[in-house]
């Protein structure tokens, strides 16, 4: 039996991984705060709470719709597994570090930035600053191992929302020993935050200090 186009309409806005729809449904518990707030200033005839909670919405709406374009799949080169900018690039004996930041107001998604296959998922704390520092190792086709931090810094006030919204702001989709292909989604930080990407030496690295790279845009060579 096959879908009208009007049912296949409806089941594409759905299930779409890039539709607007899908990636709200990540962000259910705030959408509930956030029309609450709604209601409330409506029903306390609060205009600063009512327009706070459009705005909310708003922001919502711009910030939480998907971000992942259409991947060009290459593994010649290792691409940005977030949206965010290059905070600092160091070098040790072995390996290339480099710090990003993600802007606190979106929901990065994590995409796999060669074909890898995850060998290991741990929670560590290498900062005094570190909230929640998610670490996932991965070996590519090469036999290359890297590995990439997830990192949540500690905030002031306004923190205990987002405890209270979510238990952990670190996420990721899968487990260990999982192949994944360039550009497949793995994970997410809630609110932005920070990555490091810790890469081996054979990489070249092909970006700069405080470039504004997104997804799939190359960072470095293999």
Request: glycine residues 4%; contains cysteine; positive net charge.
């Amino acid at each position: 039996m096959f879908l009208s186009k009007k049912n296949y309409y409806i089941v594409y806005i759905i299930m779409n991984r890039t539709s607007l729809l899908y990636n709200i449904t990540y962000v259910t518990k705030l959408i509930i705060f956030v029309i609450i707030l709604i209601i409330l200033g409506f029903y306390f005839k609060n205009k600063y709470i009512k327009y706070v909670g459009i705005l909310l919405l708003f922001f919502i709406i711009f910030f939480f719709r998907n971000n992942i374009g259409t991947i060009t799949q290459n593994n010649k080169y290792f691409i940005s597994p977030s949206s965010s900018k290059i905070k600092n690039i160091g070098y040790n004996e072995n390996e290339t570090v480099i710090y990003t930041y993600l802007s606190p107001l979106d929901r990065h998604f994590m995409i796999a930035p060669v074909d890898c296959t995850i060998t290991n998922i741990e929670n560590i704390k290498i900062k005094d600053s570190d909230t929640e520092r998610l670490r996932v190792t991965f070996k590519d086709i090469n036999e290359n191992t890297f590995s990439l931090d997830q990192i949540v810094s500690k905030l002031g006030q306004g923190a205990w929302l987002l405890k209270f919204l979510y238990k952990t702001r670190c996420v990721v989709f899968n487990k260990v020993g999982d192949k994944l292909e360039q550009g497949q989604r793995y994970g997410l930080i809630r609110f932005g935050s920070n990555m490091q990407y810790n890469l081996p030496k054979s990489y070249k690295i092909l970006t700069t200090v405080n470039s504004k790279v997104k997804l799939g845009d190359v960072i470095a060579s293999i």
